[in-house]
């Protein structure tokens, strides 16, 4: 997901010379197949979701999304992105500082355990803080006495969220700041600027677009976690349930248009994301 | 070299003391618990609900449908990279662009949909009905889901090596007499071979775990149509928290052994990409 992007052009092919490319019926096979590939798996379902949302209506669309539940959802959605991206942009650049610009022993296993969520089933994730927390978990006598609910509450889907999206910012920090080395830093340190100095007239607008980057794609899966928040949720309407859950829970009710009304909403959001990182991608490219 | 850089830039303590620190907190501390809660179990509990039929039937959907999940898209992620790096056709940079659409889409939004294209009277079930073969509710309706989730990561992993292939490369082979299949076969492949292999890695780990876009599509029928992050949720449903804690860890083990296995093929990889 990190670190694979491509974010420049490479040789252009010409694709001229036959002795290097494939005959023209080829090609156009190839041609054909992936796009059948990709309308089939890509552009049908992003049709799909449109066609379905608006099937009763503009009206009944506007109704749908506008409905209190949902809106408590949106702002359930925003409030935890609000919290959850901050806190893993912090970690990002910190984890990404001490990485890319220090030599220590056991570098590898810290990356190793960066990378752990990445591996994890976002079940598990929600998983674990019930186990810590829940009312039968390690934590729950405790906390139920004084009151404190962080299961089937916003803490619990804070937390949940933030496990998820932990490698994000520093994924794609840590190769870029590697790649910059240090000297500029250690120039500015000579010329007698502060630490935080370095930093912030330094560091960050070496690594604004990385970091942007980075924060794209933390946003939009915290938006859209849905296996890990699931877990820790309980479900409950109007309260803890983010916009991926209320699709569920519209759509398990047989409430197929406003469903996919809501559902609507988060492919909007997906498909601005994809449209910030393209454009990130081009812009970053042209330096 | 080393004391000299930590003695000029200034930080590092504050920042690994962070890092550490939250890593702990959120990820190492909490997912240790797990394991500990499991223990609290007794070997042979553990055994016995990791090895009961319907576990097992779970497990071995999970890793069925995510294997060949993996493996489609694994020749398809190679067919889509090959034509967006190699091909100019209309639209191609907002083909390039939807790749990455699954890892932005939510997957119950994924999963809705998928239901409702595959579902008898869906766009495509519809036809695929016809000739007698259902998807939905089905474990092929798994594999179609995480086809989906996992299209991303091969073309992503395979498109850059790609694109940074030198031509001298296939002109030297067809110089040298090799038709396009040969070359595409014995000199093009081994230096793409890596890139998919890795790619397959983060493919199958990610559809081993997959949650969110399946439980609408696959229909959740014990034994038949039920994967292991599901059982899990049921079992928690349950109040069965060890029980749940011992289906994880089977999988966390397994999912451990694959970053493993992926953090090699980076490292292997990326020695083929120096190297050239």
Known sequence: MSGYENRGPGPERSGKSSAISEPPYIRGLLLAVALTFMGIFLIMPLTAIFLQAFEKGIMAYVTAISESETLAAVRLTLLTAAIVVPLNVLFGVCAAWAIAKFQFFGKNVLITFIDLPFAVSPVIAGLIFVIIFGLHGLMGPWLSSHNIRIIFAVPGIVLATIFITVPFVARELIPLMQEQGSEEEEAALVLGAGGWKTFFKVTLPNIKWGLMYGVILCSARTIGEFGAVSVVSGHIRGKTLTLPLQVEILYNEYNFSAAFAVASLLTLMALAALAAKNFIEWKSGCY | ?276
């Open chain 2, 1 to 276: 070299m080393n004391k000299i850089k930590r003695g000029v830039l200034p930080g590092f303590g504050f920042t690994m003391g962070c890092t550490m620190l939250y890593l702990s907190l959120i990820i190492l501390i909490p997912l240790s618990t797990i394991f500990f809660r499991a223990s609290g179990y007794g070997w042979a509990q553990f055994w016995e609900t990791v090895t009961s039929p319907r576990v097992v039937a779970s497990y071995k959907l999970s890793f069925g449908a995510a294997l060949a999940a993996a493996g489609i898209n694994s020749f398809f992620g190679l067919l889509v990279a090959w034509v967006l790096v190699r091909y100019r056709f209309p639209l191609r940079k907002v083909i390039d662009g939807l790749v990455d659409l699954p890892f932005a889409l939510p997957t119950s939004v994924a999963g809705i949909v998928l239901t409702t294209m595959y579902a008898e009277n869906g766009w495509i079930g519809r036809y695929l009905g016809e000739v007698g073969i259902k998807v939905a509710f089905t474990p092929l309706g798994i594999i179609m889901a995480l086809v989906f989730i996992g299209l991303p990561f091969v073309v992503r992993t395979v498109q850059p090596v790609l694109q940074y292939l030198e031509p001298e490369l296939e002109e030297t082979a067809a110089i040298l007499g090799a038709n396009r299949k040969q070359t595409f076969i014995k000199v093009l492949l081994p230096g793409l071979l890596p890139a998919i292999t890795t790619g397959f890695a983060m493919a199958f780990a990610r559809g081993l775990g997959e949650y969110g876009s399946v439980v609408f599509i696959s229909g959740n029928m014990p034994m038949r149509t039920e994967v292991a992050p599901l059982l899990i949720i049921t079992k928690l449903e349950q109040f069965d928290l060890p029980g749940a804690a011992a289906i994880a860890c089977v999988m966390l083990v397994a999912s451990f052994v694959f970053l493993l296995i992926i953090n090699f093929l980076q490292w292997w990889s990326g020695r083929y990409q120096r190297a050239v």
